[in-house]
């Protein structure tokens, strides 16, 4: 599990506006592994969907790349024409948005719509691998013919899962998948693609900011604040090790599942993030930070290895 699939280096996207320039993923670097389920959470507004719509090339202006680089299966995303992007996209990434179940075609039938995946991109496959992947997402063959509107919401939203899967991807990202859904629902389908995950050997970048649900189905976990890799490493020395004060400000906040702590301290963080129009000098946490010291203010902290995989950019570690 040591190949990287996707591999990000210092990686820059701002919005440019009338009001200037903001700086919405700040100099990250990060790698996805093959078969690997590698997850990112942070607050709204810190840059996880910026991210992975400029990794897609899918970013809506007024965003820009400004710097860095992006590797997938060798080829250099940020070099692709438009037609080898449009191969890329769907046939080798994949996503599901939060809005998934919502962007289905209500006059065409799930299984139509599956169908139609496979023609616009020339792939094999008719009725019978349709009712095949709506089945391993946890629909029954049967409701092949159904319409959107006779699906509850969660079953919308594995039709979005299968559609994401239709082509073979080796990597799907899914950014927020399960927001919208209650937490019965939404465990089951993590659950769901964690076995498919294992079962068929892609790669996801899991997207969410309850980072509970996070430790529970990735790998490895990236934590980002303020358009910055704050922590990044494998779960379960996140989940025991963690070393950034946010990240254990969002295991208070989110605490593991099963651990115990069930309560949840919406508060353990105070304050919110800053706007990245403006973001603080120094180290971006240290205004909401427990531990800061005059240090932080005054320069930015050197990303530092603490173990195999793990690291962190904080000045009390570096
Ligand atoms: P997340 O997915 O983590 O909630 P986003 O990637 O959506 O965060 O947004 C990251 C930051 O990018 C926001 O905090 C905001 O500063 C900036 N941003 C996003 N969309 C726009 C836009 N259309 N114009 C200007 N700035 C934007
Ligand atoms: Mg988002």
């Not at 860095?68 to 250099?76: Q, V």
């Not at 616009?120 to 691998?129: E, L, M, P, Q, T």
């Not at 039709?159 to 927001?179: H, K, M, Q, R």
Request: with cysteine; proline share 6%.
């Amino acid at each position: 599990m040591t190949e990287s699939l996707l591999t990000i280096r210092d990686f820059c996207v701002d919005y440019v506006t009338d009001e200037g320039r903001v700086r919405a993923i700040d100099d990250v670097s990060l790698d996805v592994k093959r078969g690997e389920i590698l997850g990112i959470a942070g607050e709204s507004g810190s840059g996880k969907t910026t991210l992975v719509q400029a990794l897609l090339r899918i970013l809506p202006p007024p965003a820009v790349i400004s710097r860095g680089e992006i590797m997938f299966e060798g080829k250099d995303i940020l070099a692709l024409e438009e037609e080898e992007l449009r191969a890329m996209r769907w046939g080798r990434i994949s996503m599901v948005f939060q809005s998934a179940m919502d962007s289905l075609n209500p006059v065409v039938t799930i299984g139509e719509q599956i169908e139609d995946t496979f023609r616009a991109h020339n792939a094999k496959g008719g009725r019978d691998r349709a009712a095949e992947l709506l089945d391993m997402v946890g629909i029954p063959g049967d409701r092949v013919d159904s319409y959107a509107h006779q699906l509850s919401g969660g079953m919308r939203q594995r039709v979005g899962i299968a559609l994401a899967l239709a082509l073979e991807p080796s990597l799907v990202i899914l950014d927020e998948p399960t927001t919208a859904l209650d937490v019965i629902v939404e465990r089951e389908i993590l659950q769901e693609v964690r076995q498919l995950q294992r079962k068929l050997g892609f790669s996801v970048l899991f997207i969410t900011h309850d980072l509970a649900r996070m430790l529970q189905v990735s790998d490895r976990v990236a934590i980002f604040y303020a358009a910055r890799l704050a922590e990044i490493g494998p779960t379960n020395e996140l989940r025991s090790n963690a070393r950034h004060p946010y990240t254990r400000g969002l295991l208070k906040a989110f605490p593991p599942i099963g651990s115990g702590t069930e309560a949840r301290d919406a508060h353990s963080i105070p304050g919110s993030p800053p706007s990245l129009r403006n973001p603080p000098t120094g180290c971006r946490f240290h205004p909401r930070c427990d531990q800061a010291r005059p240090e932080c203010a005054a320069r930015e902290p050197h990303q530092t290895t603490l173990s195999e995989g793990h690291k962190a950019d904080c000045i009390l570690t570096d």
